[in-house]
């Protein structure tokens, strides 16, 4: 509730493979996310006191920065995901965050889930899949 998803997306791209072969093969590229994140913190300045950024992308300082000089009353944290460091990103920001690997775990949601259509259940489920833990 109350939340608005900006979706970005993942293009292909070719990469040569280092390991044997040395023949190109796809990997998917996320693109336009980190441009959706810094536009809607400027954007949506007027609806928060505190944004709380959950990013390690050094990509989102000069949003932040801008952000600090257009609105200098506004605080901005900074959740850095687990094995990410983001020490520039964290040094423009108010607060940082971190979170624990048990505090991530806590967070998940039970497994299986139940497939819900206009709050009833559809019988269908959703199940985590094996390789998360």
Known sequence: MGVNVTLGEFRS???DCKATCGLPFPVPVEKQTDTNIAISLIDFADRYDKAILLTG???QVPAVKLLKRL??????AVLVPIGRGAKELQQVCDETFKMTEAQLAACQLPNPIAVMKDGKPTGGMIVKPTTYS
């Not at 609105?71 to 901005?76: G, H, L």
């Open 13 to 15: 791209k070719l990469v």
């Open 57 to 59: 992308d050094s990509d």
């Open 71 to 76: 609105y200098p009353e506004k605080k901005i």
